[in-house]
C-alpha cells in the first residue's frame, strides 16, 4: 500500500521497446535525487528515467524524518555546518558541506512552491522539529512522520508533468557501457529485454544497500546495484566502511523493518533493557540523543547481553503519541502494540550508506559523463557519519547541481557500436535467494555494528565462496555480494573507529587516520 493520494497515478505505458535507445540525460533510480535530477533537467533537456521497480519505490518515500535546513529564527548555515562536521568525525568534505548547508534552505522552499505540504504553523511559517545532535529546531516535516512520501508525492507529480521526461519502469541496469575511457550509458533489462540506452550524460541515483544486511530499513531494491556496477566500469568508490546502523527499527520478522523515528526520542522517549532499567544515561552525556552510531551501538549490547531493547514513550507522550506520530502510530498498532501505552521493541538496522561513487561538486564521477547523486553518491557532506536528516537535503542540493551542469554536458557525438549480448536468465530462483540470505547473515555477524579483523577476514573468504556458487543469471545477488565485499574489505582495512565504522578490536579512533579515506 502507498500513502494516500499516490493510488490515482496514470501508470507508464510506452510501445514496444527497440533494442537501442538514445537520450541526451539518463537518469537512473527514483527517489529523490533521481527524480529531483530529472524534473531539474527537463527543464533543458530530454531525459529518460529507468527504475528498477516502479516510480514509487524508494528509501525516500520511507523516510520519515525530514529534512534538515536552516530556516528558522536564531539558527543559520553556519551553526548547522559546524553539527554536520561534529558528526562527520573529520572526516567531512568541508566545501561539500559548505555548499549543503547554504543552498539547502532554498531547495526546502522550493518543494514548498512546488505544492509540497509540509508541516506549517498559523502564521505559514515552517514548523521547525529537532533531532539527536543538531544544535537548533530546523527539521522540516510533512504531515507529522511521512515527509519523504510527500517529497516523492510532489518530484513524482513534476516528473509526470514534464512533456520531455519519459519513464521506464522494471528497467534493470546490468553494467555501464564504457567506450573510450567515457560512460556512454547503459546495458539494461528492461522487462527482460536487453535494452542499449546511450545517453550524452548518465546520473546513478540508485540508492543505498541495506539489504546486504539481514536486518534493514530499505526497501527490497536497495541492494548496493549502483556501487558494483560503478565500480565494475572504473569509478572510483570511496568510504564504504561507513553505514549507519538507525538505532531503533521495530523488532519485527519483517524485511525492510519498520522505522521508529529518531524524532520520538525527541520528544522524550527514553530506552530500556528487558530487564526494564533505562541504560543510556549512564553511556553519553546526551543520553538518548547522543549520535547515531553511539546509541545503536549501546542497543545492540542491550539485546545482546539482556535479550532485548525497548522505547518507552508512555510517560514522555502516552495518549498524544496518535497525535503526534501518526504513521508511527499506525505502523505499530497494525504489529499489535499501543506505543502510548506499552513499550516498543526496538532493534539496530543498516540505515544509510555514507560512502559511496566519489564526485565533485557538480556530482561529476572519475569516470567522464557519469554523475552520481544521493545515497549512492560520496559528495563528502557525511563523512563517517552522517547527521540525522541530511540524506534528503544531500539528495535535493546535489541533484539540483547535477542537473545544471548536464546543461553543459556536450553531445556524444560518436555512440560506441552496439553490442550483441543477451539478458542473463536466472536458471535457479531458490539457490539465489538462500545466497542473499547468507550474506545477510555473514554481514550483520561480521560487518556489521561491531566489527573485528577475525571476523571480516572470515567473512570475506565467505562472501568469496558465495559469489563463486551464485547461480548463472543471479545478477542482483552479484550486485549484492560486491558491494558486501566493498564494505568488509574497507572495514578490514581502517584500524580504527570512527562515526557508523566501530572495531572492538581498535575502540578508538586514531590521530593517523584523521582525514584519510579508503578508495577503490
Not at 516523492?152 to 534493470?172: C, D, G
Not at 546513478?204 to 541492494?223: E, F, H, I, M, S
Not at 547541481?401 to 536466472?426: F, H, I, M, N, S
Request: proline residues 5%.
Amino acid at each position: 500500500g502507498y500513502p494516500a493520494g499516490w493510488a490515482e497515478v496514470p501508470p507508464c505505458n510506452f510501445a514496444p521497446m527497440p533494442t537501442r535507445l538514445r537520450t541526451r540525460i539518463l537518469v537512473i533510480g527514483s527517489g529523490v535525487a533521481g527524480l529531483h535530477t530529472a524534473w531539474r533537467a527537463s527543464e533543458h533537456s530530454d531525459v529518460l528515467v529507468l527504475t528498477k521497480r516502479s516510480l514509487f519505490d524508494s528509501a525516500t518515500a520511507y523516510a520519515q524524518g525530514g529534512i534538515a535546513a536552516a530556516l528558522g529564527a536564531g539558527d543559520s548555515p553556519e551553526l548547522h555546518r559546524q553539527d554536520t562536521l561534529a558528526a562527520g568525525a573529520a572526516l567531512c568534505d568541508r566545501a561539500a558541506v559548505e555548499v549543503l548547508v547554504e543552498e539547502g534552505p532554498a531547495r526546502v522552499r522550493e518543494l514548498l512552491t512546488a505544492g509540497a505540504a509540509f508541516d506549517l504553523d498559523p502564521a505559514g511559517d515552517f514548523e521547525l522539529g529537532k533531532e539527536a545532535a543538531h544544535s537548533r529546531n530546523r527539521i522540516v516535516h510533512a504531515n507529522g512522520d511521512q515527509t519523504g512520501a510527500e517529497v516523492a508525492r510532489t518530484l513524482i507529480r513534476k516528473v509526470q508533468e514534464s512533456s520531455r521526461v519519459r519513464v521506464l519502469e522494471l528497467a534493470r541496469v546490468l553494467s555501464l557501457i564504457v567506450d573510450d575511457g567515457r560512460c556512454c550509458g547503459v546495458r539494461a533489462s528492461v522487462a527482460g529485454r536487453a535494452t542499449e540506452i546511450v545517453a550524452d550524460a548518465t546520473v546513478l541515483a540508485t540508492g543505498g544497500c541495506g539489504q546486504v544486511y539481514r536486518y534493514t530499513t530499505n526497501p527490497d531494491v536497495a541492494t548496493g546495484d549502483g556501487f558494483a556496477i560503478a565500480q565494475r566500469a572504473g569509478a572510483r568508490l570511496a568510504d564504504m566502511e561507513f553505514v549507519q546502523f538507525h538505532p531503533t527499527a521495530l523488532d519485527t520478522a519483517e524485511n525492510p523493518l519498520a522505522l521508529v523515528s529518531e524524532a520520538v526520542r525527541g520528544e522524550g522517549a527514553t530506552l530500556v533493557n528487558a530487564r526494564g532499567d533505562r541504560f543510556m544515561p549512564r553511556k553519553h552525556k546526551l543520553a538518548e540523543l547522543a549520535p547515531r552510531d553511539v546509541v545503536a551501538r549501546e542497543i545492540f549490547r542491550e539485546r545482546q547481553r539482556t535479550g532485548g531493547a525497548f522505547l518507552d514513550a508512555r510517560d514522555a507522550l502516552g495518549a498524544r503519541f496518535a497525535e503526534r506520530f501518526p504513521g508511527i502510530f499506525a505502523l505499530c498498532r497494525a504489529r499489535g502494540i499501543d506505543p502510548g501505552a506499552e513499550l516498543i521493541p526496538v532493534t539496530p538496522a543498516a540505515h544509510y550508506m555514507m560512502g559511496g561513487v566519489v564526485t565533485d561538486l557538480a556530482g561529476r564521477s572519475t569516470l567522464p559523463r557519469l554523475y552520481a547523486c544521493g545515497e549512492v553518491s560520496r559528495t563528502g557532506v557525511h563523512g563517517a557519519n552522517r547527521l540525522a536528516s541530511n540524506s534528503l537535503l544531500e539528495g535535493l542540493v546535489f541533484a539540483e547541481r547535477v542537473a545544471r551542469d548536464l546543461a553543459e554536458t556536450p553531445p556524444l557525438l560518436d555512440p560506441p557500436p552496439e553490442g550483441d549480448w543477451e539478458v542473463p536468465v536466472l536458471v535457479d530462483r531458490g539457490a539465489a535467494q538462500v545466497a542473499a540470505g547468507r550474506v545477510r547473515a555473514l554481514m550483520w555477524e561480521h560487518a556489521g555494528i561491531d566489527r573485528t579483523a577475525k571476523g571480516l577476514r572470515s567473512c570475506l573468504a565467505q562472501l568469496d565462496e558465495i559469489a563463486a556458487r551464485l547461480p548463472a543469471g543471479a545478477t542482483e545477488e552479484a550486485n549484492l555480494v560486491d558491494t558486501a565485499r566493498l564494505i568488509a574489505e574497507a572495514a578490514l582495512l581502517r584500524k580504527e573507529s570512527r562515526g557508523g565504522h566501530y572495531r572492538s578490536d581498535f575502540p578508538k579512533s586514531r590521530r593517523t587516520w584523521v582525514g584519510k579515506h579508503i578508495e577503490w
